[in-house]
């Protein structure tokens, strides 16, 4: 299950990177991105790894359940390497890199408020987008509350049978079937709301956008990674 | 089936590139089709919620993550159905499952099954078939086909462009083929019967919602 709430939690706390702007944590986190995308070593990919790690820890986030996060990305990179299998090492370049590049954009979500993050992206997407990326996230926080509750009444009710999986779909439908028009009620009164408080076509954010000491931070991050994948581009040759 | 798990930094440039090239296109034309439908925009939020609640649904012994991308191409339409898509996959991707870079590719593996599932759907209800029969056989066949396209990206991205026209083999990719197309079909088969019953209960329950695309 998704633990949105948690990376809520987060992203709500405060350290210096915290502080930084959404925009220039998204720069520092594509030149992250960058850097593994260069880097094609696995000693300099460690060291890529160790320093958004460090980032992250200096921001006070749970490492444990970071490495969990990036852990996804990694076993899907390491299934990825399976199918043409290369050797070791390529897998191992392969899988952290992805867990590279899952650390740098885990810098942006898990130290930034979800609006200011949409706020942020908002001038390079075509114009329903932000809006309705807002509400979909908005939306996740209620649905999953609710899908929450259904599951455990259907746990409860024994509705949930993990030798029987027919019965279990046979009685997962109606829920979701319940879940969907609770969903669309909810979508028709949202609009009601939303035109009642004046909205025309576009939803109004905070305007936040001057240049902070903390947006060094994600800048001076970014670059030294690709430093550093250069360096071990140049240098690295086993 | 319908999502490429795939992170930033594997796949070549010019796959990515491509991806996101297309991507944009239907994007574009997406959001152009889509500017007055603000009650379809609320409606659009929490449909695309919805499909994440479903993904983050894993039926057990197949590995396998409902989506419910038919569903939503069903009550959304296309157009505002690959703006779903493309919702889903960037806020799973800053969630850190698929890559943002895969973005495009992952927008248009989820797009081609909501748009294939619109039109199959409505089809089939042109034809003078039920709904929920209708969303079943529209489910199978689009999920095959997103399936299929997801394999295609895989497949290029272990060739260099200028050999894709020589078929060169890549080593263990019947074993990968075998393993989606048959452990993909039972959850096609499984997702089909939901989204079926989904339909079945929303046709009872509110046919309105159906009336659009039935």
């Not at chain 1, 992805?98 to 942006?108: I, N």
């Not at chain 1, 746990?155 to 879940?179: C, E, K």
């Not at chain 1, 000491?213 to 250069?230: T, Y």
């Not at chain 2, 898509?85 to 698929?98: E, K, P, Q, S």
């Amino acid at each position: 299950m998704l633990d949105l709430e948690a990376i809520d939690r987060w992203a709500r706390t405060d350290s210096p990177f915290h502080r930084a702007s959404p925009l220039s944590k998204i720069c520092g986190a594509s030149l992250g991105i960058l850097g593994a995308a260069i880097a094609s070593s696995p000693p300099f990919l460690l060291l890529l790894a160790a320093e958004w790690l460090s980032i992250l820890a200096w921001s006070r986030l749970p490492l444990r359940s970071i490495l969990t996060l990036c852990g996804y990305a990694g076993l899907f990179a390491g299934l990825y390497s399976l199918i043409d299998w290369g050797g070791f090492p390529l897998a191992l370049t392969l899988i952290l890199k992805a867990v590279v590049s899952a650390l740098s954009v885990l810098s942006v979500v898990a130290t930034t408020p979800y609006p200011r993050v949409f706020q942020a992206i908002r001038p390079i997407l075509p114009r329903p987008l932000p809006d309705a990326l807002l509400l979909t996230y908005r939306s996740l926080f209620i649905l999953l509350h609710r899908w929450g509750h259904l599951i455990t009444a259907l746990r409860l009710r024994g509705g949930i049978v993990p030798r029987h999986p027919l019965r279990t779909l046979r009685n997962t439908v109606p829920s979701l079937g319940m879940l969907l028009l609770s969903a669309l009620d909810h979508s028709q009164g949202l609009y009601e709301a939303m035109l009642l408080r004046g909205y025309r076509g576009f939803l109004a954010s905070e305007r936040k956008n001057f240049f902070s000491r903390e947006d060094f931070l994600p800048f001076f991050f970014g670059a030294l990674s690709v430093l550093i994948a250069l360096v071990g581009r140049k240098t690295w040759n086993p | 089936m319908s999502h490429l798990h795939l992170p930033d930094g594997i796949l070549p440039l010019w796959l990515v590139l491509s991806g996101w090239a297309l991507a944009m296109i239907f994007l574009g034309l997406a959001s152009f089709k889509t500017r007055e439908g603000e009650l379809r925009l609320a409606r659009l939020g929490f449909l695309a919620a919805l499909m994440i609640v479903a993904m983050s649904l894993e039926l057990l012994p197949l590995a396998y993550h409902l989506n419910l991308g038919v569903l939503a191409g069903i009550l959304l339409g296309p157009a505002l159905g690959f703006l779903a898509a493309f919702l889903v996959d960037l806020i799973l991707a800053l969630l850190g499952h698929g890559g943002i870079t895969v973005l495009g590719l992952n927008a248009l593996i989820l797009g081609l099954e909501i748009f294939l599932g619109n039109l199959l759907f409505r089809g089939a209800c042109r034809l003078g078939i039920p709904p929920p029969p209708a969303a079943a056989g529209a489910t199978v066949f689009s999920l095959f086909c997103s399936t299929s396209l997801m394999v295609l990206v895989v497949r290029l991205s272990k060739t260099a462009p200028s050999a894709i026209l020589e078929h060169q083999p890549v080593p263990h990719f019947h074993a990968f083929l075998l393993l989606v197309y048959g452990l993909g079909s039972l959850g096609w088969l499984l997702e089909a019967a939901l989204t079926a019953g989904i339909v079945r209960y929303l046709s009872r329950l509110r046919p309105a919602f159906l009336e659009d695309s039935c």
